[in-house]
């Protein structure tokens, strides 16, 4: 079966409860007016029956009219737009007197009808409502006064209604449910534009983006929210291109210098020692080109990867001195100085690995940056809610124009004024990505030919 569009869906919808909402007004309508002129033929018979129980007396068990004469010729003159039939009977049901408008008609007297009820009954093929009133003599039922008036008026009037609103009744849900139609369609007109609009996104057009509409509705926060995500994906598809255009050039270099190395050496014997320089030069090479592979790996194994992490309670002041120790060759190269300012022990709820990794980075960072003899120091202070970590080197500091890149991937500061600073470029990348994950804070602090300092910041 095929389903209804969304248009066509909004409009039933609303038509179904229109159509409810319409047939019980309908059905109200029809109730008041019917109710109404019941009320109206049950007033007018009552009267009757007040006034001609008036004009009667009851004498030795008979029914008599006072002026019988007097009361046929008004009964027979008397014009009315719904004249009342009067008939007398006796206990019996046997007809005593009627009024003249019933000619050769007679009333039929019900005896299985509660006495003084108002029902509808028939006169010949005629729907009347009448009432039938005992007449006592003394205790004893002696006969009935019968009254009853025309309903063939008040059903006409009951009949044309229901015809009217049974006919109006699909005329008018078929006007509304073009009239939804149409108003759906104008409402749902930036889904349109919406579906247009991802028709001719591809990964080479990803700069079109969806008209927001005026009205600022649920569609004009759902345009809003698909125009964001299409920024981000360009964004990040961008970021990706880039990434593979930066790592396929990293990692052409070394291999670039390897094989070039290479071919020199195989072009004519050369003595021992110079094909050792060589091959250990190729080993550098090789050793720089796993670092950059690892580092590429650690970028990708580790983005968006929340689910991954085993946060733990983490000794600050541990990991700190681990990587002072672990790069200690380093240090003892560059004649490097480690002032550590560790006042309390510090701890923090984090995964220790890649907490590890961050601040191995930051390290290496900054003996790599750092003057020979230089310092560097290690600094955690606390508050009432965060622990402020620090790591400090008085190195050749990064240009203030610099600082807004230095996270970016394969970005290196003064790559060209200092061309013996080996480095990939990806170090402060992965702290940054890795920070992001673990919701630290990470600020930088630098001046050209002074220094930089790093600064990680936890919530407690």
């Given at each position: 079966?095929?389903?209804?569009?969304?248009?066509?869906?909004?409009?039933?919808?609303?038509?179904?409860?229109?159509?409810?909402?319409?047939?019980?007004?309908?059905?109200?309508?029809?109730?008041?007016?019917?109710?109404?002129?019941?009320?109206?033929?049950?007033?007018d018979?009552?009267?009757?029956?007040?006034?001609?129980?008036?004009?009667?007396?009851?004498?030795?068990?008979?029914?008599?009219?006072?002026?019988?004469?007097?009361?046929?010729?008004?009964?027979?003159?008397?014009?009315?737009?719904?004249?009342?039939?009067?008939?007398?009977?006796?206990?019996?049901?046997?007809?005593?007197?009627?009024?003249?408008?019933?000619?050769?008609?007679?009333?039929?007297?019900?005896?299985?009808?509660?006495?003084?009820?108002?029902?509808?009954?028939?006169?010949?093929?005629?729907?009347?409502?009448?009432?039938?009133?005992?007449?006592?003599?003394?205790?004893?039922?002696?006969?009935?006064?019968?009254?009853?008036?025309?309903?063939?008026?008040?059903?006409?009037?009951?009949?044309?209604?229901?015809?009217?609103?049974?006919?109006?009744?699909?005329?008018?849900?078929?006007?509304?449910?073009?009239?939804a139609?149409?108003?759906?369609?104008?409402?749902?007109?930036?889904?349109?534009?919406?579906?247009?609009?991802?028709?001719?996104?591809?990964?080479?057009?990803?700069?079109?983006?969806?008209?927001?509409?005026?009205?600022?509705?649920?569609?004009?926060?759902?345009?809003?929210?698909?125009?964001?995500?299409?920024?981000?994906?360009?964004?990040?598809?961008?970021r990706?291109?880039?990434?593979?255009?930066?790592?396929?050039?990293?990692?052409?270099?070394?291999?670039?210098?390897?094989?070039?190395?290479?071919?020199?050496?195989?072009?004519?014997?050369?003595?021992?020692?110079?094909?050792?320089?060589?091959?250990?030069?190729?080993?550098?090479?090789?050793?720089?080109?796993?670092?950059?592979?690892?580092e590429?790996?650690?970028?990708?194994?580790?983005?968006?990867?929340?689910?991954?992490?085993?946060?733990?309670?983490?000794h600050?002041?541990?990991?700190f001195?681990?990587?002072?120790?672990?790069n200690?060759?380093?240090?003892?190269?560059?004649?490097?100085?480690?002032?550590?300012?560790?006042?309390?022990?510090?701890?923090?709820?984090?995964?220790?690995?890649?907490?590890?990794?961050?601040?191995?980075?930051?390290?290496?960072?900054?003996?790599?940056?750092?003057?020979?003899?230089?310092?560097?120091?290690?600094?955690?202070?606390?508050?009432?809610?965060?622990l402020?970590?620090?790591?400090?080197?008085?190195?050749?500091?990064?240009?203030?124009?610099?600082?807004?890149?230095?996270?970016?991937?394969?970005?290196?500061?003064?790559?060209?004024?200092?061309?013996?600073?080996?480095?990939?470029g990806?170090?402060?990348?992965?702290?940054?990505?890795?920070?992001?994950?673990?919701?630290?804070?990470?600020?930088?602090?630098?001046?050209?030919?002074?220094?930089?300092?790093?600064?990680?910041?936890f919530?407690?």
């Amino acid at each position: 079966m095929k389903q209804l569009s969304f248009k066509n869906r909004i409009a039933s919808n609303y038509i179904i409860t229109t159509a409810l909402l319409i047939f019980v007004v309908f059905f109200v309508i029809y109730s008041i007016v019917r109710f109404s002129v019941y009320v109206k033929v049950n007033n007018d018979i009552q009267s009757e029956v007040v006034k001609h129980l008036k004009e009667i007396k009851v004498q030795e068990n008979c029914v008599l009219l006072v002026r019988e004469e007097q009361w046929k010729a008004i009964q027979f003159n008397k014009v009315d737009v719904s004249p009342a039939f009067i008939q007398f009977v006796d206990e019996l049901g046997a007809i005593v007197n009627k009024s003249p408008n019933l000619k050769q008609k007679q009333l039929k007297y019900y005896p299985y009808i509660a006495n003084n009820t108002l029902f509808d009954g028939k006169l010949d093929n005629i729907n009347v409502r009448q009432i039938q009133v005992p007449l006592f003599q003394g205790t004893k039922i002696i006969g009935f006064l019968i009254v009853a008036m025309s309903l063939e008026d008040s059903k006409m009037v009951l009949n044309n209604l229901f015809f009217v609103l049974l006919i109006a009744y699909p005329i008018i849900l078929l006007v509304l449910f073009l009239i939804a139609r149409f108003i759906a369609g104008r409402s749902i007109k930036p889904i349109s534009t919406i579906i247009e609009t991802s028709n001719i996104i591809t990964k080479d057009n990803l700069k079109s983006r969806i008209q927001l509409p005026q009205n600022r509705d649920e569609l004009f926060t759902l345009s809003k929210t698909i125009n964001n995500l299409l920024d981000r994906v360009e964004q990040t598809i961008e970021r990706e291109k880039q990434f593979a255009s930066d790592a396929s050039h990293e990692l052409r270099t070394p291999l670039a210098v390897i094989k070039g190395t290479l071919e020199v050496l195989v072009r004519k014997p050369r003595d021992p020692q110079e094909y050792k320089d060589k091959i250990d030069f190729c080993i550098n090479e090789v050793n720089r080109l796993n670092h950059l592979v690892d580092e590429l790996l650690l970028l990708a194994r580790f983005e968006n990867q929340k689910q991954t992490l085993k946060i733990e309670k983490v000794h600050l002041n541990a990991i700190f001195l681990d990587i002072i120790s672990r790069n200690s060759t380093l240090f003892d190269e560059k004649k490097l100085s480690c002032i550590s300012n560790f006042t309390n022990d510090y701890y923090v709820f984090t995964d220790h690995y890649l907490l590890s990794i961050i601040i191995n980075n930051i390290v290496s960072n900054a003996i790599k940056y750092s003057n020979n003899q230089g310092v560097i120091n290690f600094e955690i202070n606390e508050t009432d809610e965060k622990l402020i970590c620090s790591i400090t080197d008085y190195g050749i500091g990064i240009e203030k124009t610099e600082l807004n890149k230095i996270f970016e991937q394969f970005y290196r500061s003064k790559s060209n004024k200092h061309p013996e600073i080996k480095g990939t470029g990806l170090g402060l990348s992965i702290v940054k990505r890795l920070c992001i994950l673990l919701q630290i804070e990470l600020d930088i602090e630098s001046e050209e030919n002074k220094g930089t300092k790093l600064i990680l910041i936890f919530t407690k």
